[in-house]
């Protein structure tokens, strides 16, 4: 069965430094793999997607995530966190044809 | 945006009573998910819709039910709302293609005293 772990149910970072949220995620295939945004009272936007094509997958609003088989993980990052980067952001793990199966998620804190 | 939308937004309810959400679609997409959105539990699948008819259950459907007579809507109901049903409830959609990319609805706050 799929699976999905954020480490870190919160992540606080100053204005310029460096986000990193971490995701580690159980497959018996090949996984599709997502991150997705929440703004405070908003539905989910998508940030990106992995779909076994290149395993560094770059998002909107400069984020990017790198797929890695090995470590079973798909860590989100941005080079310099902006204020409006605040939100909580949800890893999810798929199969072909099955629904997706989302982590408990992360709030990402920016400090000015 | 995609065109889906849910109602109520915003319903506040008592124990014991039935309530119904609907999500609206007009992509024309097979595949429709009902998702409850709960502080320290991420989003956790409901029931989903793979077309007319056609639903099955996800993780945590004890307690409500769900029924796709068109395509466009997708209805959620809890027969006899408890407290424990007090949540944000996501309806999503994908066609289905590729990597099942869902694209989601903004929500409904439910509350039940």
């Known amino acids: 069965a799929q699976s999905v772990t954020q480490l870190g149910s919160h992540v606080s970072v100053s204005e310029g430094a460096l986000v990193l949220l971490r995701c580690n995620y159980s497959?018996?295939?090949?996984?599709?793999l997502f991150w997705y945004v929440q703004y405070p009272n908003q539905g989910l936007q998508l940030l990106l997607k992995y779909t076994s094509a290149a395993t560094l997958v770059k998002g909107i609003n400069g984020f990017e995530a790198e797929f890695k088989k090995s470590e079973t993980s798909f860590h989100l990052t941005k080079p310099s966190a902006h204020m409006s980067d605040a939100a909580e952001y949800f890893c999810a793990v798929s199969e072909a044809g099955t629904a997706l199966i989302f982590g408990k998620g992360t709030t990402l804190s920016v400090s000015s | 945006d995609a065109g889906i939308t849910q109602s109520p937004r915003h319903k506040v309810t008592e124990t014991g009573t039935p309530v119904t959400l609907r999500c609206h679609q007009t992509e024309n997409h097979r595949y429709m998910y009902w998702y409850r959105q709960d502080p320290g539990h991420g989003l956790r699948l409901i029931h989903y819709s793979y077309g007319v008819k056609d639903t099955d259950k996800g993780e945590v459907s004890d307690g409500y039910s769900v029924s796709r007579s068109k395509t466009e809507d997708f209805l959620l109901t809890l027969e006899s709302a408890t407290s424990s049903q007090t949540s944000v409830y996501f309806c999503a959609i994908t066609d289905g293609s590729g990597a099942n990319v869902l694209t989601f609805g903004a929500g409904s706050r439910l509350t039940v005293l």
């Open positions: 497959s018996s295939v090949p996984p599709y």
